[in-house]
């Protein structure tokens, strides 16, 4: 049944309750109402030119919460604010320690537990990402390894997906290729050495084979877990219905976090269970 050892992911459906999810989703609806589109930084997130990766917005929100855009999305100075709210791609990066349902989610036994079947020893908390994929506009992830984007040495990264919504081929799911965790990683996304605002891409991952990868058509409620290592990827949502989706990274506490990751955290060092109240 458990296969992310074997084939580098592991589906296990009626993970949340509806209450759950439904906590997630309606929290994500009060922030979209509570950031001003008019003043709000518009980075789009880009999987294909990782255009983002540059910007200072991007890459100083391993501790904070900040929102990121649809490419395709219409957003100039004169949109209107309805049109902005719905073109957010995703809400990242640490809505696990800066909002408390998310961190009650986050930090739930459930999820304690479900780690406890993965590669991970004492497993810390890395970035939380809210992924929208809205309708007709939410674009392509193109494929990648989860630790190419996050380096730890030895590599212990871990992702866990949630579908907060049906997730199916005509609104974006995932697909993943089994087995590809064995793969090294075909690319290193990272700081520059001779410029730390500004990121590059060494590599490149293979193209997406519809024949070879197989899509997770999950429900609402079903966790899915990856390894670092293996190759996903999502297609645009197409449909008139959206996608959301709560992303996870945990790695092993002890292993080393690379000073080149775009993702430093200086005032919010990674956790784990310890520093959560009981009652979580
Ligand atoms: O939710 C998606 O469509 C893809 C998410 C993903 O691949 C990731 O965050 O690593």
Redesign the pocket.
């Known amino acids: 049944m458990f296969t992310l050892a074997s084939e580098g992911y592991a589906v296990v459906p009626a993970f949340a309750a509806p209450e759950e999810t439904q906590a997630l989703m309606d929290e994500f609806a009060r922030l979209v109402t509570v950031f001003d589109p008019a003043s709000h930084p518009t980075t789009r997130f880009s999987t294909t030119d990782h255009s983002h990766g540059s910007e200072d917005y991007f890459l100083g929100s391993g501790d904070k919460i900040r929102y990121f855009f649809e490419e395709g999305a219409e957003i100039g100075p004169e949109a209107d604010p309805a049109t902005v709210r719905a073109s957010i791609n995703k809400i990242g990066h640490a809505l696990h320690d800066l909002n408390p349902v998310f961190t009650r989610f986050s930090f739930s036994q459930a999820v304690r537990e479900v780690l406890g079947h993965t590669q991970l020893d004492d497993p810390v908390l890395v970035q939380s990402?809210y992924?929208v994929?809205p309708p007709r506009i939410g674009g392509v992830?193109a494929p990648?390894q989860?630790a190419s984007f996050l380096i730890d040495e030895p590599q212990t990264v871990t992702?866990l997906?949630f579908a907060l919504e049906d997730a199916t081929v005509d609104n974006?799911c995932?697909w993943v290729l089994p087995g590809s965790h064995r793969d090294p990683l075909h690319a290193r996304f990272a700081r520059k050495a001779n410029n730390p605002q500004a990121t590059a891409m060494d590599g490149d991952f293979p193209p997406f084979d519809e024949e070879t990868y197989t899509p997770l058509e999950v429900q609402a409620g079903s966790l899915v877990l990856l390894h670092g290592s293996v190759l996903?990827a999502?297609k645009a949502n197409t449909s008139s219905r959206s996608r959301h989706?709560y992303?996870l990274h945990f790695k092993s506490r002890a292993s080393t976090w690379s000073p080149d990751n775009w993702l430093q955290s200086p005032d919010r060092p990674f956790h784990g269970w310890e520093s959560m109240p009981h009652s979580l």
């Open positions: 990402m992924i994929k992830v990648h989860d992702g997906w974006g995932l996903h999502s989706a992303t």
